[in-house]
């Protein structure tokens, strides 16, 4: 019989349970912010592909994937009320696993982010650094219903957006691609506050003050809708000044849209919220992608 057959199962991972932890599903806002980067460079993709792709694993199942397992690990007692079933407190990740596996990946982040040269490894370090600073004591700004939001808006969204410029650049992107990739990142600020709803009972339970806690279910999908909508206005303003009128007005279309999927959330933002952040924040990120393609003649 050899070692590791010896060894309990139990005191194994299981493989898929390895694969929830890092949750797929929350790899494309950061990859998508990535290629809204890259594109607003005006660089042809097809010249600098290995960059590319390489930035896209980074930002999506290497640093988003290991974020969601440092949360997943902190939040493993909270996740005991909300959804015991998640890898950690249902036992299929067992002891210490969980935190092993996120501080490999931040390993592994460091590791592939140096590929990218001295502003892809910046950025790396900016991202493992805030995934920690997120989720972990003694800062564990998710606390807060308003930094902890907003971290997370500005990593998923923002971050990746400059990192994506700068590589493709090699060297700071233009003033006005990093204003546009913080207005995008300010805004993700009401996408997390949805994305509280689900964790409403626990949060309330272990002391996590996240706005549907603090504020209410009604309150804070208010304030989420405004936090989405008013960027989204500065971003069609700043695109009309600077000279590119259908992409602004594409931006106000799709805002619109939006708006008319904000009615229905806030008829019931408990049960609408998942169904919100499925289909406006769609909405959401293709505004993102046509000002990226406005900046291509700006930038």
Request: aromatic share 10%; hydrophobic share 50%.
């Amino acid at each position: 019989m050899t070692v590791t057959a010896s060894i309990p199962k139990r005191n194994l991972p299981e493989p898929m349970a390895m694969l929830q932890l890092i949750k797929p599903i929350t790899w494309f806002p950061p990859m998508w912010a990535y290629l809204c980067g890259v594109v607003s460079m005006g660089v042809p993709i097809l010249d600098e592909i290995w960059f590319v792709l390489l930035g896209v694993l980074l930002a999506g199942p290497i640093v988003c994937g290991m974020s969601q397992a440092a949360n997943d690990w902190c939040d493993r007692h909270v996740d005991a009320i909300n959804e015991p079933n998640r890898p950690i407190p249902s036992g299929r990740i067992p002891n210490r696993w969980g935190l092993w596996i996120a501080l490999a990946m931040s390993w592994l982040s460091l590791i592939v982010g140096y590929q990218l040269g001295p502003w892809g490894f910046g950025a790396t370090i900016v991202g493992v650094l805030a995934a920690w600073a997120y989720s972990a004591e003694p800062v564990r700004m998710k606390r807060s219903g308003w930094w902890g939001p907003g971290m997370v808006g500005l990593s998923y969204e923002s971050l990746p957006w400059f990192t994506g410029a700068a590589v493709m650049a090699s060297g700071a992107p233009s003033w006005q691609t990093v204003v546009i990739a913080l207005l995008y990142g300010i805004g993700a600020h009401g996408i997390m506050t949805l994305n509280d709803f689900k964790a409403l009972e626990g949060d309330r339970q272990m002391g996590v003050n996240s706005l549907p806690v603090t504020l209410g279910p009604e309150r804070a999908a208010k304030f989420a809708c405004w936090a989405m909508a008013v960027p989204q206005v500065f971003v069609s303003g700043l695109l009309l000044a600077w000279s590119k009128p259908l992409h602004g007005i594409a931006v106000l279309a799709v805002l619109f849209a939006q708006v008319l999927a904000m009615q229905v959330l806030l008829r019931n933002p408990r049960a609408k919220a998942p169904w919100y952040n499925g289909t406006g924040v769609g909405l959401y990120i293709t505004g993102m992608m046509i000002a990226a393609f406005a900046l291509r003649g700006i930038s």
